[in-house]
């Protein structure tokens, strides 16, 4: 059975820092390619970063560019995401989310940014 698991997510000041972990489990990990998206209330869910299967290619929607960055690690079955210089308009809820022959969901971790 697959399953991803996020975590790390928390309140934090504006300006702050959190790494989001995804765990991946019942897949060969280093086959998929690897997203985060993110909810906020009342609003569609939206693609935030994406790093290829190799982890050599990465991509980043524009207002999180320079800020937020993807990484993976095959070895641990882990999806990181570093967000730096949190906004309040970061707060969401963040889902992780494998792709390769089927797409698999986390259920995800809620970041919220409030001073």
């Known amino acids: 059975q697959v399953q991803l698991v996020e975590s790390g997510g928390g309140l934090v000041q504006p300006g702050g820092s959190l790494r989001l972990s995804c765990a991946a489990s019942?897949?060969?990990?280093?086959?998929?390619?690897m997203n985060w998206y993110r909810q906020a209330p009342g609003k569609e869910r939206e693609l935030v970063a994406w790093?290829?299967?190799?982890?050599?290619?990465?991509k980043y929607a524009d207002s999180v560019r320079g800020r937020f960055t993807i990484s993976r690690d095959d070895s641990k079955k882990t999806l990181y995401l570093q967000m730096n210089s949190l906004k309040f308009e970061d707060t969401a809820m963040y889902y992780c989310?494998?792709?390769?022959?089927?797409?698999?969901w986390g259920k995800g971790t809620l970041v919220t940014v409030s001073s």
């Open positions: 790093i290829g299967a190799t982890g050599r290619s990465t």
């Open positions: 019942g897949l060969t990990f280093s086959m998929y390619t």
């Open positions: 989310k494998a792709e390769h022959a089927r797409t698999y």
